[in-house]
């Protein structure tokens, strides 16, 4: 398993891993699997990035959004292994409640048909005609078209439809209407194939798992290890520097926050003036608030849905959905059956946050304004689960500060950067030879499932790097 510090590592190693993020350790893993010789960094106490959990009492608290498309299967069974594909599992329902409808769906093609016909009374031509689009979306067409166009085009002034369809990628990736259709298209696409899934035994099983594969395959995984300033010379990645030592290094990937990476770890010299412009123009996606909740032991809670998109706005907003007082939130529920072993039911409720809302308020203002947080929580999840106050036996609230200080990414940012930053990203090895990113970027990279794929490519672009010296 990962150790802590950077007792007894290596001289010089192939590849440094710059964070332990899913992306991070899915890169990790192939370059391992290529007999290359890895060395994992990460800041926090152990790996996953914000694929993260903590204990509290008896409970278990997963932080991540608990849903991925069916090609996450896929992904681990190649790029990991067949145990932890085969634990992976759909789940059984999405509910949504808001003023302009409320009903469960089980977030497929099929039955968003249905939704869309039946209940929206959309012509199944229309609905056909909007699936195909979507489905025939890629990166290179050069398509400008935006989300809201996508939309009008397909279903003019159904701001309803426009709900259904925008609001939980919202909530799983930070994009709005006015976001490039093409970074709302493919993570549709990929929901849309087989509906919704999640990790059976929970987040920190399948870390663990993953620690394991790692081990097995060779990479040096360290925690506690905080890397301060990418080395290079002559233009070429030479080493890090962490915790205060340089380790020499062929190649570096950087799990981190792209800015962070660009700006912040490479000296001003090793960038030409025009990269740096065009990375300071990048902007930072939105970071979240969450509320976890904890039942006691023995009380029971009636199905209400794995996952519950819940508003009371009018119509969707993607500002609003980042407001400091929410009027729209999302409610994991972790069943029993969802971490076998454990007869415990958890919750937690998600909100995208704006970091500016929270950053410099007094100590006292801070923690009453966590603790109205999570009244207001409480109060919403009332008219599905009347009297959770007294259900509950533990209540904790993060804030955008706490994913900053967990995740060192600016502005505490669960979603890496806007759509911009993927040319960056794509841009950076031929700026600086041997510097690879595979962090969140670009919207359609976020997510578990996108944050692993991504990792194995940026794997493949760095063993060709080792093998040929060539981008």
Not at 335 to 354: E, L, Q
């Amino acid at each position: 398993m990962a150790q802590r510090g950077l007792k007894d590592i290596k001289g010089e190693y192939d590849c440094v891993v710059i964070g332990a993020g899913l992306g991070g350790m899915t890169c990790a893993n192939s370059l391992a699997r290529s007999d290359k010789s890895v060395l994992l960094l990460e800041h926090h106490i152990h790996l996953g990035g914000l694929a993260a959990w903590f204990k509290r009492k008896k409970h278990i608290f997963d932080v991540a959004l608990h849903g991925f498309p069916v090609g996450m299967i896929k992904t681990c069974r190649k790029y990991w292994s067949k145990d932890i594909a085969g634990r992976i599992v759909q789940l059984k329902g999405i509910r949504f409640d808001n003023p302009q409808f409320s009903f469960e769906t089980t977030y497929d093609r099929d039955d968003f048909t249905q939704k869309l016909v039946n209940h929206f009374g959309i012509e199944p031509e229309r609905v056909e005609g909007f699936f195909d689009a979507t489905r025939k979306m890629n990166f290179y067409d050069g398509d400008t078209k935006t989300t809201r166009e996508l939309f009008e085009e397909h279903f003019p002034g159904r701001s309803d439809v426009h709900r259904l369809l925008m609001e939980p990628i919202t909530y799983a990736n930070g994009s709005t209407l006015d976001e490039p259709a093409i970074s709302y298209g493919i993570v549709f696409s990929n929901f849309m194939s087989k509906g919704v899934y999640t990790f059976v035994g929970g987040t920190d099983l399948i870390i663990s798992l993953m620690e394991k594969e790692l081990e097995k395959n060779g990479v040096d995984a360290r925690t506690k290890v905080l890397v301060e300033k990418i080395a290079t010379e002559n233009g070429k990645v030479t080493g890090v520097v962490a915790n205060g030592q340089l380790i020499k290094t062929r190649s570096v990937v950087s799990n981190a926050n792209l800015v962070t990476t660009v700006l912040g770890m490479l000296d001003n010299g090793a960038l030409s003036q025009a990269f740096r412009k065009k990375a300071q123009k990048v902007r930072i996606n939105n970071s979240s608030c969450q509320v976890y909740m904890g039942i006691k032991e023995g009380e029971k809670i009636d199905y209400i849905g794995d996952l519950l998109f819940t508003s009371t706005a009018s119509e969707f907003d993607a500002e609003m959905l980042k407001a400091k007082d929410p009027t729209s939130m999302t409610f994991s529920v972790y069943y029993p059956a969802s971490r076998p072993g454990h007869d415990r039911y958890t919750i937690v409720a998600s909100m995208n946050a704006d970091y500016e809302d929270w950053k410099d308020l007094p100590e006292e203002q801070y923690k009453a304004d966590k603790e109205k947080l999570i009244e207001t929580v409480l109060d919403r999840l009332e008219k599905y689960i009347p009297d959770i106050r007294n259900k509950t036996d533990h209540l904790e609230a993060a804030t955008p500060l706490t994913f900053e200080r967990y995740t060192r990414h600016i502005g505490g940012s669960s979603f890496g950067t806007k759509f911009e930053g993927l040319e960056l990203a794509a841009d950076l090895p031929k700026e600086v030879p041997g510097l690879f990113f595979t962090g969140s970027v670009g919207i359609i990279m976020s997510g578990w499932l996108g944050a692993a794929n991504y990792g194995v490519i940026v794997a493949n672009n760095a063993d060709r790097y080792l093998e040929t010296g060539k981008i």
